[in-house]
């Protein structure tokens, strides 16, 4: 059960769009208790949108759970910044994360100094100049 309970916390938590509980001080909030202190209840109102995503998609469990694993590897600077990550293509139009789709596809191979190149040349680029790079390096389709 604990495995479960890392696993779905660490898929709710990069994916949430709920902003974070109120702290002490704000609109008079108490801050939330830790895990333990957490009634049953509380932990199932947790837990059950992971189970319902897990049951769902079996298809789509092998992916979550490395996803899981690699969060719990990450470093509180690193979960941080994958937070922003999340956030920024959370506000992104439909053309936009295509594109950075396929600059992530095509960066994976690089070398830094490569990455580097890529990424002048593409802010150097004007829209039309992108939606045609884009039509020649695609995407690779989504999950």
């Not at 994958?82 to 139009?93: E, I, P």
């Not at 095509?106 to 039509?135: A, I, N, Y």
Request: hydrophobic share 30%.
């Amino acid at each position: 059960m604990r495995n479960f309970t890392t696993l779905a916390l660490a898929l709710l938590l990069p994916c949430s769009a709920l902003a974070s509980p109120p702290q002490a001080g704000e609109d008079g909030a108490r801050p939330m208790p830790a895990w333990e202190q957490l009634t049953q209840s509380q932990r199932d109102t947790l837990i059950a949108p992971m189970r319902a995503r897990w049951n769902d998609n079996p298809e789509k469990r092998a992916r979550m759970y490395e996803h899981a694993r690699r969060w719990q590897d990450m470093t509180p600077e690193q979960r941080e910044r994958a937070h922003r990550g999340m956030k920024r293509w959370r506000h992104m139009d439909p053309e936009q994360r295509e594109q950075a789709r396929a600059l992530f596809q095509q960066m994976r191979g690089m070398s830094p100094e490569q990455r580097k190149e890529l990424r002048d040349r593409w802010h150097g680029m004007t829209p039309e100049q992108r939606r045609q790079w884009v039509e020649q390096n695609p995407p690779p389709p989504e999950d």
